[in-house]
């Protein structure tokens, strides 16, 4: 069921949100071997959906009143233990709800957990968490084999494919909504930087980082972003615009859409089927009446390298703060202040979490400064460049999302740098601040899903999720995995 | 520009990191790996390129000077891994 039908089911009374809730519930206990959550919360989602049966009733109804959601636990939330799914903050009970979860709150959606994902949202898999694995609902054909779900907002994209909920939040710092959604058959959309609140929201690369919604439609994806995107004053960098309501902005179709498409893109060694898909998605929206323009974005290569330097630069920065002093994990049987500091660090912090904090503080450190981060910060100009002349001549962008379908648990962990590529598409969007959406288009000769994704103009989500809409009515994208999970 | 062993351990010394001395060879051989691909970013001419300070457009806000939240204290102890009453609790810092 997706969003907009449990939404109008909802309110024509033909399901309670104690009954839709209950049934989530249910089958989040059922399918524990996906590991998709770090906590669940069935007792608050059922208080949740009574409440709102109790606006319900009293013919109160929010926008997504009753509708049960997954949390990415890098969302805080009041009450509910909040780890990014790191040792170090395993304990972690915030005093405070992140704004983009008070806004679902405030329109009635309810929590049904907080949903497993790479330790600090650091990686594209979803094996550096350190509550384990989790398990793509998918599988190859004729394969057994356990895959990634892609990362780092593997819970949320395992949860919403498995369907555990009707839509999840995720987080966007290089590819993190978008490759999961695309290796999972489902729908993820990171806004322009700005559109949703970071507050609450635990910090990895903070000029990077976006909340954006992981659905199992564009329709659904539209809906979630109306509710998730606020001008906040609790963020200095929200910015004020106001929030359209993008459902409507669905409408009108694309004729006449100048879509843009950007010749780096065919990178050498990808598969046949990824390029064969891309060409399928022009089709598609020139039988609908757009217009196909070939641009170019000639510092595509070095997205990838720049933001191995900008994000762990940041990361390094915002990490500082977890030192076992006022929050988080401290380190036992520490003789001084600064063995506590070291060892809590080195204890409370996962392998790529702390390959990610060394390379960011020596590219910070004196004598690298100018040739690490500083010639890095240039070549985002330049990147961000690239963009703007791009839409001078196209109004979206359309590009493949991932460079191939899921991979199989552990194919990857030995190498960063070959993890790294996983987010070779997506990387750019987050370093020019861009919207961008990856929308479920085909299968892979294995069987498993692929995605294609569109960039828009910054604060364009309107058109992006029109653009998106028409890839989605194309593909007619319709498979669903296997419930080899349930027990 | 290589990583050595000596170069991982005066980072992790920076970033207040406890790296067993077992783990500082590889993961110099890490570090090298992912700086020798970086290295690719010196092909490009950045004279003149200005750095980007901020991704979208727009003034930081400014608000009033003026206190709107406080007197937390409980709240903020909830999580200390050790206290006394609104005190955090560390190992000794002055002989």
Request: glycine content about 10%; overall charge neutral.
């Amino acid at each position: 069921m997706s969003l907009a039908e449990a939404r109008d089911a909802i309110r024509a009374k033909k399901v309670s949100a104690r009954e839709l809730t209950g049934a989530f519930v249910s089958a989040i206990e059922k399918a524990r071997p996906l590991n998709a959550f770090i906590t669940e919360a069935g007792e608050k989602a059922l208080a949740m959906a009574d409440a709102s049966d109790k606006r319900i009733a009293a013919g109160t109804i929010g926008a997504l009143e009753g509708l049960p959601l997954a949390i990415k636990d890098l969302f805080c939330t009041k009450g509910t233990r909040t780890t990014a799914a790191s040792k170090i903050l395993g304990n972690f009970v915030p005093p405070y709800e992140s704004t983009v979860t008070q806004n679902l709150w405030d329109a009635g959606a309810v929590m049904l957990g907080k949903t497993n994902m790479d330790e600090f949202a650091m990686g594209s898999s979803n094996e550096t968490s350190a509550f384990g694995s989790v398990f793509n609902p998918w599988r190859a054909k004729n394969s057994n084999a356990n895959l990634v779900p892609g990362g780092s907002s593997g819970g949320s994209s395992a949860a919403v494919a498995a369907d555990l909920c009707l839509a999840a939040t995720g987080t966007d710092t290089g590819g993190s909504i978008r490759q999961p959604a695309a290796v999972t058959g489902r729908v993820g959309l990171k806004p322009t930087y700005g559109r949703c609140s970071r507050f609450g929201i635990v910090a990895f690369a903070s000029s990077l980082d976006q909340a954006g919604p992981m659905t199992k439609t564009v329709r659904d994806a539209a809906i979630m972003l109306k509710s998730m995107a606020s001008v906040d004053a609790k963020d200095s960098t929200s910015v004020d615009l106001p929030v359209p309501d993008y459902e409507k902005l669905l409408e009108g179709g694309i004729r006449g859409l100048r879509v843009g498409i950007p010749k780096e893109y065919r990178i050498d060694g990808a598969p046949a089927e990824i390029d064969a898909l891309w060409s399928k998605g022009g089709d598609w929206l020139k039988a609908q009446g757009a217009e196909i323009v070939e641009v170019s974005l000639p510092h595509t290569k070095y997205a990838l390298p720049t933001y191995y330097i900008v994000a762990p630069a940041e990361a390094s920065s915002n990490l500082a703060r977890y030192d076992g002093v006022k929050f988080g994990y401290r380190a036992p049987g520490v003789r001084d202040i600064t063995e506590m500091y070291e060892k809590s660090r080195g204890e409370g912090f996962g392998a790529e979490v702390q390959r990610r904090i060394l390379i960011g503080t020596y590219v910070l450190s004196a004598g690298y400064y100018d040739a690490y981060y500083a010639r890095a910060q240039k070549l985002r100009s330049l990147i961000k460049r690239d963009f703007e002349r791009a839409f001078e001549l196209c109004d979206v962008l359309l590009t493949p999302t991932t460079p191939g379908p899921a991979f199989a648990v552990g194919a990857k962990t030995s190498d960063p740098l070959e993890m790294y590529l996983q987010d070779v598409f997506t990387v750019t969007v987050n370093l020019a601040g861009l919207p961008g959406i990856s929308v479920p288009a085909g299968l892979s000769e294995t069987g498993l899903p692929l995605g294609l994704q569109l960039i828009g103009k910054a604060f364009d989500e309107g058109t992006l999720l029109r653009a998106a809409q028409a890839i989605e009515t194309a593909a007619a994208f319709k498979h669903s995995p296997a419930k080899w999970w349930s027990v | 520009m290589s990583v050595d062993k000596d170069t991982v351990r005066r980072i992790a010394k920076l970033a207040r990191l406890a790296v067993p001395e077992s783990r500082l060879e590889p993961m110099a051989a890490e570090l090298n790996g992912i700086f020798q691909w970086v290295e690719m970013l010196g092909e490009v001419k950045v004279e003149g390129v200005p750095a980007m300070t901020s991704v979208v457009a727009q003034k930081l806000k400014w608000r009033k000077d003026e206190v709107r939240d406080g007197g937390q204290a409980d709240a903020l102890m909830i999580n200390a891994p050790e206290g006394e009453e609104h005190f955090f609790v560390v190992p000794k810092v002055h002989e």
